[in-house]
């Protein structure tokens, strides 16, 4: 059975051959798509499993349902992009989550620069950010969901994970994206871009600058194009 209609059903929520769809969820499925008891629809814990599972009973606060069959589906690229990029103003944050989770990239980090407009980033907009992930997964009818993380510092941004390649969005780059890496992270800088010091060390720490075009982008146009240019030379669009 395959539904057009996915829905993301956190992994706590899953046990044994039951599965627990909060209220939120439940109401859309029962008053929106009319699902009635012992009808099936599918579920995503968002780590690559997708759940066929039958309706049951509804209490107050959930609804119970039998899981029917369990399905690993393998990422479909095998390049892991990670975005990271410094957080603007007003909603265009939710912009680089959206389109760049439709496009398939793993992992968000946002930090803060030296000019960074914005210095905090609180769990209330994080949790708004992992809604807004949450449904361009769903939409994009992907099976993972992207993480979303807020570092204080370049150096903390740097140090939470270890990449292969490091790609950083500059007008001054090569226009080829370097190849051959598994594990990527490309670095979209603030509205007035990195300062000389950030663009020098992160060249030191093995940075690659790359161009994305011939004309000045806004920081949410950057982030989207250099996704794409660099999921395009990988052969994964």
Not at 50 to 64: F, I, P, Q
Not at 209 to 219: A, E, I, P, Q, V
């Amino acid at each position: 059975m395959k539904d057009h209609n996915i829905f993301y059903i956190p992994p706590d929520f899953y046990k044994g051959d039951e599965v627990a769809i909060p209220r939120s969820q439940y109401q859309h499925i029962t008053r929106v798509l009319r699902k009635k008891r012992g009808e099936r629809i599918s579920l995503t814990d968002g780590c690559g499993y997708r759940y066929d599972v039958e309706l049951g009973d509804v209490t107050r606060s959930e609804m119970h349902a039998r899981i029917v069959s369990r399905e690993f589906v393998a990422r479909r690229t095998s390049l892991q992009l990670t975005l990271g990029f410094v957080p603007v103003k007003g909603s265009r944050n939710d912009t680089v989550i959206e389109k760049g989770t439709e496009l398939g990239v793993v992992r968000f980090i946002m930090f803060i620069s030296e000019r960074s407009v914005l210095r905090k980033f609180g769990a209330q907009k994080l949790d708004r950010l992992h809604s807004i992930a949450q449904s361009a997964m769903i939409q994009s009818q992907q099976y993972y969901m992207p993480e979303i993380v807020f570092a204080p510092s370049i150096k903390h941004m740097l140090e939470a994970r270890k990449y292969e390649r490091i790609v950083l969005a500059d007008q001054h780059g090569a226009m080829d994206v370097p190849l051959g890496a598994n594990r990527l992270l490309l670095l979209i800088g603030p509205e007035g871009g990195f300062s000389d010091e950030e663009r020098d060390d992160f060249v030191g720490r093995g940075a690659s600058l790359l161009r994305l075009g011939y004309t000045r982008l806004r920081s949410e146009t950057a982030a989207i194009v250099g996704v794409t240019k660099i999921l395009a030379a990988y052969g994964e669009l």
